[in-house]
Each structure stands twice: as C-alpha cells, then as structure tokens.
C-alpha cells in the first residue's frame, strides 16, 4: 500500500506536466501514487498521461470536464487512500528526497499535522534563475492585518496527514486561495511547520492563472481576504461561512473590482465588510507589485478611496500601508499614469512617493514582526 498519496492538478500543460510526474514517481521513498487529475485539457496532456499511465501502475488518471483548479483537487483529494497526501503543481519539480525527508519530519514530531518548505525558482524554459525562496515563519500569520498576512506555505511542497486533512474539511469550494483556506484550518487542530531545506522547483512565469490577468488578480486579492475573515470567525466562536460564488460567478464580476468585492463581501456584517473593503484594496497593490499585470483606472480609484482613511487600523500596520500606497504612486509615476499616481499618495507619503520613482523602488517587503 502507498505511504503517500500525492495530487496533480493539470490543465494544458503539455510542455510540464511529464517531468512534474516524472519528479514523483523518481521519489527515494517508493511507496507512493500519483494521482493526475485533467480539468478538461485540450492540448496533448490527456495522451502524455495515458501513456505514462499505461506504463506505471502508480500513477491513477481521473479525466473530468473543467471545473477549475478546486474542483479538480477536490475530486484527486477524494480518492486519497495513503496515510499522507502530498501536492506538487503541474509545472513544479519535486526533489529527489523530498517525500523521505518530510516523513522523516513526520515521525521525529508526531504532533505535526503537515509541513512544507523552500524551494529553488525556475523560468518558464526550466532553468534556474538562482533565486531560492525560504518561507516567513508562520508565526507572522495574521488574519486582521491588512491585507491579512496569510499562512506562507508553498502549496506545491504540501505534504500533510491525510486524516488531518480531513479532519480540518479538505478543500472548500471557492475559486482561488483554496490553500490558503485550507492552512487556516490546519493550523487550528495542531502545528504546521515549514522544514529547513529546499524541496523542489518553482517555475515562475506569466502563464499562471493568477497571473494571466488583472481579472484573476482581482478575483485572487478578493477570496483571499475572504478566507481570512473565515478563520477570524473560527477564531472568535462564530458560524463559518463558505464562498458565496461559483468560478463564472466569480469570473463574470471581475472586470470591475467594486462590484467582484461587493458580490464577495455580501455575507459579511457591516464590520467585516469594512475591513474586507480595506483589505483587498492592500492585496491588490501586493499582488500586482509581482505580477505581470497593473490595476486599471477603477482599480486604482477603489483602492484609493478604500486606503485613504487609515483611521482604527494599529500604528505598525499604518505605517506599512502607507509606504504600500507610496510604492504604488511611485509604479503609477513610471508608467506615466499620474492621475493614478496622485490619488495613492497623501501629502505626507508624496516625497516618499516621489523619491522611489527616482530610484526606481517601486515595491515594497512586509516586514517581520
């Protein structure tokens, strides 16, 4: 029987997918499957798999119409049988020893409910960039700042005890952020650690659906802060509550991000939709400060109208917000668009703004806290 039970989502990734898998199945630790779930490929994906499949009875192929990336780890999440449930993306490597080394972790701490870790970046071709990435402690997790500083656990590197998974909820419907919805829950029935090391490869390029369109970074910027009033209800003793949008929903709001947070945010009461409000906003600047997007005019007037009174927000927050907007002016600033750039910066944040679009320092880091 498998020890482990690792889920690949994949959708047209017929240059990726085959060294994805591959990196699984050349594990050290050999009790393993694959589980590969299509969403409705329509480029040669679906006959890689089936021939790789026919060639290696650990890999178990589920073929559904496309339903999105949720949908198609909730329906590899379903056939789990393996004491634990490991994530890799379809354009992701896994190193060689990852698998025995995180379950190496695993029985040194019984406690543990899941763990992840670094990783090394690569370009869209495969080759490294030479960036490595070494997640924050967790401990920074904060679902009231603003944005809320969410669990930064790579979910490509995800390895967690299958009946912890279970026991947290598995993966909610919603249509993005589904990891961050799912650390939340996990951290709240016991703890979760990110390992010392790197366990993988990280391809970085513009083909990723969060990365494929301002709309998609709307949508993203607004479930994830949806997600985090979720735990902050967890947390107080409050009824949870689930995505009220399905992914066309959601897709079909997202031209105008008033309106997507405002469909979003119905469920919440007066104070949650306040800070909600405020907090995409935030997200918003962050997610387009590494993206090969930009915000467009009524996203820039949102985000202004929603960040210009930064009044019952704690004085630490403040101050990062305010060199956020300064950064943000500063990126308006370079790319000519000065109306734009004008209503991010207040009087007091414009020298800054002004001094970064000199340098060049048109993006900022969260401090640690």
């Given at each position: 029987m498998a020890l482990v039970d690792a889920i690949i989502p994949v959708f047209n990734a017929e240059r990726t997918i085959e060294s994805a898998v591959d990196s699984i199945l050349s594990q050290t630790e050999e009790r393993l499957r694959v589980i590969v779930v299509d969403d409705g490929s329509q480029d040669r994906t679906p006959a890689i798999l089936r021939a790789m499949a026919g060639a290696d009875p650990r890999i178990e192929l589920v073929s559904q119409p496309n339903g999105g990336v949720v949908s198609a780890l909730a329906a590899g999440a379903r056939r789990i049988r393996a004491p634990f449930m490991a994530r890799l993306?379809?354009?992701?490597?896994?190193?060689?020893?990852?698998?025995?080394?995180?379950?190496?972790?695993?029985?040194?701490?019984?406690?543990?409910?899941?763990?992840?870790?670094?990783?090394?970046?690569?370009?869209?071709?495969?080759?490294?960039?030479?960036?490595v990435s070494r997640p924050r402690p967790l401990e920074c997790s904060d679902p009231g700042w603003i944005p809320a500083r969410e669990p930064q656990i790579v979910h490509s590197f995800l390895m967690v005890r299958s009946d912890a998974f279970r026991r947290a909820g598995g993966y909610r419907p919603g249509v993005m952020s589904e990891d961050t919805d799912l650390y939340w829950r996990l951290m709240e029935i016991g703890p979760v650690e990110n390992m010392e090391g790197i366990f993988g490869s990280?391809?970085?390029?513009?083909?990723?659906?969060?990365?494929?369109?301002?709309?998609?970074?709307?949508?993203?910027?607004?479930?994830?802060?949806?997600?985090?009033?979720?735990?902050?209800?967890?947390?107080?003793?409050?009824?949870?509550?689930?995505?009220?949008?399905?992914?066309?929903?959601?897709?079909?709001?997202?031209?105008?991000?008033?309106?997507?947070?405002?469909?979003?945010?119905?469920?919440?009461?007066?104070?949650?939709?306040?800070?909600?409000?405020?907090?995409?906003?935030?997200k918003m600047i962050e997610l387009t400060g590494y993206r090969p997007v930009e915000p467009d005019e009524a996203d820039c007037e949102f985000i202004a109208a929603e960040l210009a009174d930064l009044t019952g927000i704690a004085e630490p927050n403040r101050q990062e917000l305010g060199k956020v907007l300064a950064a943000m002016s500063a990126r308006m600033m370079r790319l000519g668009r000065y109306r734009d750039a004008s209503r991010m910066a207040s009087w007091r944040s414009w020298p800054e703004a002004l001094a970064r679009a000199a340098t060049g320092r048109l993006y900022w880091s969260k401090p640690l806290r």
């Open positions: 993306d379809a354009d992701d490597l896994s190193a060689p020893d990852r698998f025995a080394r995180q379950l190496a972790r695993f029985g040194e701490r019984p406690e543990l409910v899941a763990v992840s870790g670094g990783h090394a970046e690569i370009d869209g071709q495969g080759r490294p960039t030479g960036r990280y391809r970085m390029h513009g083909d990723s659906l969060s990365s494929s369109s301002i709309a998609n970074v709307r949508i993203l910027s607004a479930c994830s802060q949806f997600w985090a009033v979720s735990a902050r209800r967890r947390r107080s003793g409050r009824p949870d509550i689930g995505f009220p949008l399905g992914r066309d929903e959601a897709q079909a709001a997202a031209s105008r991000l008033g309106e997507l947070v405002g469909l979003v945010g119905a469920p919440l009461d007066e104070s949650e939709r306040h800070w909600f409000r405020r907090a995409v906003a935030a």
